[in-house]
C-alpha cells in the first residue's frame, strides 16, 4: 500500500474525530448555559424538591424548614441542582448532537427505528422522575418522619419503660426532625435519578430485541432471575423502606413485562418485513398445518 492510500484511508477517521470533537464542545457549551440559567432559580427548584417533606410536615404541625450545618453546604446544593436541572434543560439539544453525529452512519431504515428511541428516552426519564416526586417521595417522607413517633407509641402499647418522666412531659420533649438540605436533596436527586434510569428499561430491552441481541421468549424464560435482579435493585437504590422497596420493584417488574410485549412487536414485524422479501420459508409450517389440523381434528 503506498504513502497516497494509507492517507486516503486515513481521512474519514480524521473527518469522523473532528465532528466528534464539536458534538461534544457544543454539548459541553450548552450543558454550561443550562447551569447558568438554572443556577438564578435553585433555591426556587429546591423549595419544589422539598415540597413533599413540607407538606408531610406541616400536616405533623411542625415547621417546614430546611438548614444548612456547614457554611458551604447550600452553595454546593445549588450547584448541584444547576448541574442536573441544567442538563435535563439541554438534553434535547445534546441528544440532538448525538444524533446528527450518529445518523450518516445508519441506513434510512435504521434512522427511521432509531429515532422513536431517542424521543422516548427523555420522556421516560421524565415520567419516572414524576413518579418519584409524586408518589413515591411523600410515601417515603411520610414512613421516615413519622418513624419518629412509632418507638414512644410502641413503648407506650407494650408498657415497655415504665411511667413517663412528669418533668419530661412538662417540658415538651419530643422527637422533630431538623431538614437538612444536604441530606435531603441528596435523598431526593437519588429518587428521580434511580424512577428515570429504570423508566429506561423497555427503551433499553426494545433496542436489544431490535439488534437481535434478546428476545420475548428468551426475556420470559428468565423471567425468575430479572424477579431476583429487580429485587436487589430496589434494595440497593432505595433507602431500607420496605414501602419503596415494594413500589419501585412492582413498577420495574411492570416495565419488564411490558418490555417482553414490546420486544415480541418488534419480532413480529421483523417477520413480516422477511416474509415480505422472500428471506423467510414457509414450507415446513405449510407441512406441519396439515398434522395439526388432523390432530385437532381427531381430538375434536
Known sequence: MSDSDVDESTAPLIEHLTELRTRIIRSVLAFLVGMIIC??????????????????????????????????????????????????????????QLWRFVAPGLYKEERGAFLPFIVASPLLFIAGGAFA???????????????????PMLSSVLGI???????TVDSGL???????????L????????????????????????KAGLVSAKGLGEVRKYAVVAILVLAAIVTPPD??????????????????????????KKREERLRADGY??????????????EFDKEND
Open 39 to 96: 443556577f438564578p432559580f435553585a433555591e426556587q427548584i429546591l423549595s419544589i424538591l422539598a415540597e413533599p417533606m413540607a407538606d408531610i410536615m406541616r400536616a405533623r404541625g411542625e415547621d417546614a424548614q430546611l438548614f444548612f450545618d456547614a457554611p458551604q453546604d447550600a452553595f454546593f446544593a445549588y450547584i448541584k441542582i444547576a448541574v442536573l436541572f441544567g442538563f435535563a434543560l439541554m438534553s434535547p439539544y445534546i441528544g440532538y
Open 280 to 293: 423467510y420459508d414457509d414450507e415446513e409450517e405449510d407441512e406441519v398445518d396439515p398434522m395439526m389440523a
Open 133 to 151: 416526586y409524586y408518589v413515591v417521595m411523600p410515601l417515603a417522607m411520610n414512613f421516615f418522619l413519622g418513624f419518629g413517633n412509632v418507638i
Open 174 to 184: 419530643r422527637v422533630f426532625y431538623f431538614g437538612s438540605i444536604k441530606e435531603y
Open 161 to 167: 419503660g415504665g411511667e413517663p418522666d412528669p418533668e
Open 186 to 209: 441528596a435523598l431526593a436527586i437519588k429518587f428521580i435519578v434511580a424512577f428515570g434510569i429504570c423508566f429506561q428499561l423497555p427503551v433499553l430491552l426494545t433496542l436489544m430485541g
Open 242 to 267: 420496605v414501602v419503596t422497596q415494594g413500589i419501585l420493584f412492582v413498577v420495574v417488574y411492570g416495565l419488564y413485562e411490558i418490555s417482553i410485549v414490546l420486544v415480541r412487536i418488534v419480532e
